[in-house]
Structures are given as structure tokens and as C-alpha cells.
């Protein structure tokens, strides 16, 4: 059967869905197929992984509260799962698309994500979330705009363009994986991407005189990077889903995993000007550049490529902590951003993750709290919702650091559904981290250098902290984020560079509550997948929508 039959197939038979869902909410429909393909971002072929043979894969477009019908077919030759960074999906940690959360879709076979946008707006991306898929491509934007009634902040832009930039390996990504798996590290990347292109591959097109929003983000695997236009201004406007005070700035620092939207206006000369991105805090710096065409360009870009900062940290502690949220703008309800007081709610508890890099074994490895993180061979949430024992144990890492050596576990912190918490991020590590949550965002209202205690806390920005899903940690630092703990589920807390990731920075956030209310948290979706312990696990079907749900249960080859 082909696409196009399986998406009319889709469109027709989900319209019952959407009693469940809430029949008020519009819904979307996209198909996504990964397959290999030949790409040459940095002039040599190599392989990649790409979605309907786009490198990156196509935008995502929603509106609040859209519900997305997803159906991605694995073409690829081995499991596969996408991810989606900065998308709550509230209630639903089932559909999260990481190894913790859902079973990988089968080589030759498809899995259809039911999602919701909802309460939200923003900038995200989606990426592959198994492996080391993600550096292979894979990867696309998300956007989610207001509803029409809700107020913007801002003028509607002539143009809203999607900018990923990230670092890159020319090495394939099983190689990558297999230098990881025998226990080493990775060498530096090879160079930097901006929508997939390397050094001067990327072109953006502007009239003089209007202004175009970029939806920025960093989908790399370890390098901060920063953005900056030649002879161009940018105005920061929203960060993650919120908008922000509207600062003028003429580079930007994007960390592994953030996302930003600028406003740019075009009130310069018509001619050709530098898009830069340089990586920061390495010791080699990388840079790439793309070019803002003038439609009435008289000349080429020329002169030297713009710099930027490097290796200063203190710049950019200083630009994190000007980024600060917008009070009086509307978020994704009319209500304006700042009537939540979120310094005026009394903590419940306090989190300390510390960093942690070292052997186990004579393989390099990392973690938190002394502990990383290892799978099992079942996806946490259903091992939880089936109430299998033995997969996994709650308090299996401390809530605070321990001062011991490394050492391999399913790391599982437990939290209560409706609490007010503090996460402190304390790294001691000469390298920048990047940290990310999902299911969540937060509070960023603390960064410093040095080690965290009780008084830090009377720096904090209690009024207007920026609220998004992934912060930095700067080297000898620590970070302080709130979680208002309010979405049910099992979330991935994770390391944003991947190497990290995947050799152990990383643990799950059991939100619980004893409810069985569908306000808390909406049951196992019928079409899910069961795979480890799990494979002969009952769901429950019921009556609601049959014919859809007899042919999501359905295996359908590409």
C-alpha cells in the first residue's frame, strides 16, 4: 500500500478519535517515512538518515492544542524511534519516543504517534531518539503558533523560517556508535551544519525593509554554538514556548539542544551578508557560514567573516541571565505569562544531580549522582503500567550526590504528581553541559559558578525566569531550575550531548499519583507496541472507536 493510500486511509478513519481527544481541537495528519540516503553536507558523500527523502526532514506546523496523527514507517535496517524536543505531551508519556517511554518501531514496520500541542507554543524539533541516529539526520523542526485569538508580542514577520544548526561527523554513525560501545571517546566534530549545509550551502532570501522571524535551534551532538548575522540586529522573542523580554543582541548563544526565535530586519545596503555559527568554549573553534541574500543583492558577501566570542564563559553567563520572560505578553491561554507567581509557591523538595564522568570496567561512562544509566529490556512506563517487577526500581538514584565511584544502574528517581520542586544541576567537570527534561518545562532561576548551597538561593530571579525545557551548566557551575510537577508519566532527564546521553547521563522522572482519573493521565494508547516483558501484556481495548483501533493494531509494511 502506498503513502498517499495510507494517509486517505488515516484522514478517513481517525474523525472518531477525536471524541476522545476533544472533538474542539483541530487535528493534523503527517506521514513519515526514515529511510537511508545518500547526502553530502560537507561535499563527500555519506549516509543519512532521512525523513520522506528530506535531510533535515520536514517542518512539523501546528497551532495550541492541535492533536498531530504521526505515522512513521521504519525503512531503515534497524529499530528506530522519534523523539519530540520540548513537546509536553501531557498526560501521555507513552507517546514520548524514547527507549524509557515506548517500544522501537521494527525495521520494515510503522507506528502512528498520537500527540497533543496542548497549553503550548514555541520553537522545538524532532529527532531520532535510539542509537546514534541523531547523527545521521533525521532530525526536523517543530512549530507551534498562537491560536488566532490569542495575542502575539509582535507584528506578524514577512517570513518564519526554520535555522538548524548543529555539529557534525563525516565518520557514519555505526562507527561512531561502535567507538562508544568499546569504551572510548569521541574526537571532536568535523564541522557545523545550518539546515544541513556546510560552509556557505545555506542561502536565506529577504526584501529590504521587512523583518523575518528565525526559529533557531541546536540539534548537534556536544557544541554550543553561537549565531550572529554580519552588520545585523537581532531581537530575542521567544525561548522554548515562552515569550520573552524583547532584547536586542548581535550574537546568540544556542546550547545543545535549546531553541530560540529572533526577529530580524532587513535596514541594511542590498547586498549579500555572512550567517556565522561558531562553536564555542573548544579549543578549536569551528565556524560556518550561509549567506542573508538581499533580493536586490548588487554584490556578493565579502570582507572578512564576522567573529564572535569563544571560550569568554562570563559573556555568556551574563547573556543567559538578560533572558528573561515577558511578564505581560500571553503564552498559549490569554491570561499573561507572568499571573503564575511561581516565586511565592513553597518548595516541597530539592533535587541535586551532579555531573559525573569516569570508568566502569575500563569503558568510559557518565552519569548522575554516581549512577549511570543502563536499559532494560522493557520500556519503563509499560513495565510500570503493567506493574512488571523487576525492570526497574524507584529511588535506584539518589537524590543527592553521593561522593562514590561510578557505577551502572536504571537510574529512577520518584516525585509526586502536584508538587513544587527544585532541581539544582551542580557540574564539576571542565566542560559546559547541556540538560534538557521532558514532558516539562521550568524555571531557570539560578546559574552561578562554584558549588551550590542553600544561601545561592538568595540570588535567585524569583519574577521573571525564563521558563523552557533544556538549560546549561557552565564548567565549575552550577544551575537551578522549578518544576511545578504537574504532568503524570515517566520523563526522560537526559544530557543533550549525545555521547553522554547514550553512555549513561541520564535517568527517568516518575511523576505518580494513585488516581486512575483520566484528568491525571490517559491510559496506554490502543495502537501501542509492547516489546521486552511486555509483549504479552493485555490492553484494553473497549468500544470507543473500534474500527480505528482495529487498524492501528494492524502491521502495515511500507
Not at 529577504?206 to 554554538?225: D, M
Not at 554580519?230 to 514556548?241: I, N, P, R, S
Request: aromatic share 12%.
Amino acid at each position: 500500500m502506498s503513502l498517499g493510500t495510507l494517509f486517505c486511509a488515516l484522514l478517513c478513519i481517525t474523525a472518531p478519535l477525536f471524541a476522545i481527544v476533544g472533538a474542539e481541537d483541530p487535528y493534523r495528519f503527517y506521514n513519515f517515512n526514515a529511510t537511508y540516503g545518500d547526502i553530502y553536507p560537507l561535499g563527500v558523500r555519506q549516509q543519512g538518515i532521512l525523513i520522506n527523502g528530506q535531510f533535515p526532514g520536514p517542518d512539523i506546523h501546528s497551532v495550541t492544542n492541535d492533536n498531530l496523527i504521526i505515522n512513521v514507517f521504519n525503512s531503515l535496517d534497524e529499530p528506530f524511534l522519534i523523539s519530540w524536543n520540548g513537546v509536553q505531551n501531557r498526560r501521555n508519556s507513552f507517546e514520548d519516543g524514547v527507549w524509557g517511554t515506548t517500544c522501537p518501531i521494527p525495521p520494515g514496520k510503522n507506528f502512528t504517534y498520537i500527540l497533543q500541542v496542548k497549553d503550548q507554543i514555541g520553537s522545538f524539533y524532532y529527532f531520532p531518539s535510539l542509537a546514534f541516529h541523531k547523527a545521521a539526520g533525521g532530525f526536523g523542526g517543530i512549530r507551534i503558533l498562537s491560536r488566532p485569538r490569542i495575542p502575539v508580542p509582535f507584528p506578524d514577520p514577512a517570513g518564519d523560517y526554520t535555522v538548524l544548526i548543529g555539529d557534525w561527523y563525516q565518520k557514519n554513525h555505526t562507527d561512531l556508535k561502535a567507538q562508544l560501545d568499546r569504551g572510548h571517546k569521541l574526537p571532536s566534530p568535523d564541522a557545523i551544519l545550518i539546515n544541513g549545509r556546510g560552509p556557505n550551502g545555506y542561502s536565506l532570501t529577504v526584501e529590504q525593509g521587512k523583518t523575518y522571524r528565525l526559529r533557531i535551534s541546536n540539534v548537534g551532538l556536544q557544541n554550543s554554538l553561537n549565531f550572529r548575522i554580519q552588520d545585523h540586529k537581532m531581537k530575542l522573542v521567544e525561548v522554548e514556548g515562552t515569550h520573552t523580554l524583547q532584547t536586542t543582541y548581535s550574537s546568540l548563544d544556542v546550547h545543545v539542544g535549546q531553541s530560540y526565535s529572533v526577529l530580524i530586519t532587513a535596514d541594511q545596503p542590498g547586498k549579500d551578508y555572512y550567517i556565522v555559527v561558531s562553536s564555542r568554549f573548544t579549543s578549536q573553534v569551528l565556524t560556518t557560514t550561509g549567506v542573508l541574500h538581499y533580493s536586490n543583492s548588487g554584490s556578493k558577501v565579502s570582507g572578512p567573516i564576522p567573529g564572535g566570542p569563544t571560550i569568554q564563559i562570563d559573556w555568556s553567563i551574563n547573556q543567559a541571565r538578560s533572558i528573561r520572560q515577558n511578564l505581560t505578553a500571553s503564552g498559549p491561554r490569554p491570561n499573561p505569562q507572568g499571573s503564575y507567581h511561581y516565586g511565592l509557591i513553597p518548595l516541597v523538595k530539592t533535587y541535586i544531580l551532579e555531573s559525573n564522568a569516569g570508568q566502569v570496567n575500563g569503558k568510559q561512562r557518565y552519569g548522575f549522582n554516581s549512577v549511570s544509566f543502563i536499559p532494560t529490556d522493557t520500556p519503563l512506563k509499560l513495565a510500570d503500567y503493567f506493574k512488571i517487577s523487576g525492570v526497574f526500581r524507584v529511588g535506584s538514584i539518589s537524590d543527592r550526590p553521593t561522593g562514590g565511584g561510578l557505577y551502572t544502574d536504571t537510574a529512577v528517581l520518584g516525585a509526586d504528581y502536584r508538587t513544587f520542586v527544585e532541581f539544582v544541576f551542580q557540574n564539576n567537570e571542565d566542560t559546559i553541559q547541556s540538560l534538557h527534561l521532558n514532558g516539562y518545562s521550568f524555571w531557570v532561576v539560578g546559574m552561578d559558578g562554584g558549588q551550590w548551597t542553600t544561601n545561592s538561593r538568595n540570588g535567585y530571579n524569583l519574577r521573571d525566569a525564563v521558563i523552557r525545557c533544556t538549560t546549561q551548566v557552565y564548567p565549575k557551575s552550577w544551575t537551578a531550575v522549578y518544576v511545578a510537577l504537574d504532568n503524570v508519566g515517566m520523563w526522560n532527564l537526559r544530557s543533550e550531548f549525545w555521547a553522554r546521553q547514550y553512555l549513561g547521563q541520564q535517568l527517568y522522572l516518575r511523576v505518580y499519583t494513585s488516581s486512575t482519573s483520566l484528568r491525571d493521565e490517559y491510559p496506554i494508547p490502543k495502537n501501542a507496541r509492547l516489546c521486552g516483558r511486555a509483549t504479552k501484556a493485555k490492553i484494553f481495548k473497549g468500544t470507543t472507536s473500534s474500527s480505528f483501533l482495529a487498524w492501528l493494531g494492524r502491521e502495515r509494511p511500507i
